[in-house]
């Protein structure tokens, strides 16, 4: 479904990936992890045509992407969650649904039994909600275009407990309907056994890609690419 093949990317004179390599099959979830800093927020950017590919090679079923505007990439069937949810502040919960609504299969009713509390909460403004019920939007936002790709970028980051489980249990059940799914976050323990694959990056560099039992069982691996 999607496939990068040295992937380089800049900020101004600034390089930030210097050959990252990623692949996610149809109905597959890979997640892509590395420390802070190391190029995962880029390389989510550049597949989503947020920031262009300089170099190396970038597909979407099929279609080559690289220097796609973010809306084409889009239009294709890319839906992003991105870091800091980035809910729109002014609408309510319904709106920021509705705004993004494309395609059959994900609508309002889907939304709602997926995470009640924004049935709850459908009338209130986004920027009155807590940070997991933002997160909570932002999933049932880019759920809302049904995309063939979904990806979430820093899912869990700075949540509470409670919350992340909630958002841990929702995705397990948009992976069971057969979602594709690129992920970012750093909590092995609850991402680890849902994905299919891994790919860890290291100063812009695709290091590692295997299985998550193997990177599961390996504290050498973990702790030379994502221990603090």
Sequence with gaps: MLEARGIESFYGPSQALFGVDLSVAEGAMVAL??????GKTTTIRTICGLMPARGGSLSFLGKDIRGLPAFRVAQLGVGLVPEGRRCFP????????LATARG???????VAALFPKLEERRDQSARTLSGGEQQMLAIGRALMTNPRLLILDEAT??????????IWAAIAAVRQRGQSILIVDKNLKDLLPLADACVILEKGHTVWQGRPDDLAADAV???RYLGV
Excluded: F, S
Aim: no cysteine.
């Design 90 to 97: 002014n609408l309510t919960v319904g709106e920021n649904l």
């Design 33 to 38: 992890l590395g420390r802070n800093g190391m």
């Design 104 to 110: 059959a299969g994900w609508d309002m009713k889907a």
């Design 221 to 223: 691996l973990q702790d």
């Design 157 to 166: 980051e700075g949540l509470a407990p409670v919350v992340r489980q909630e």
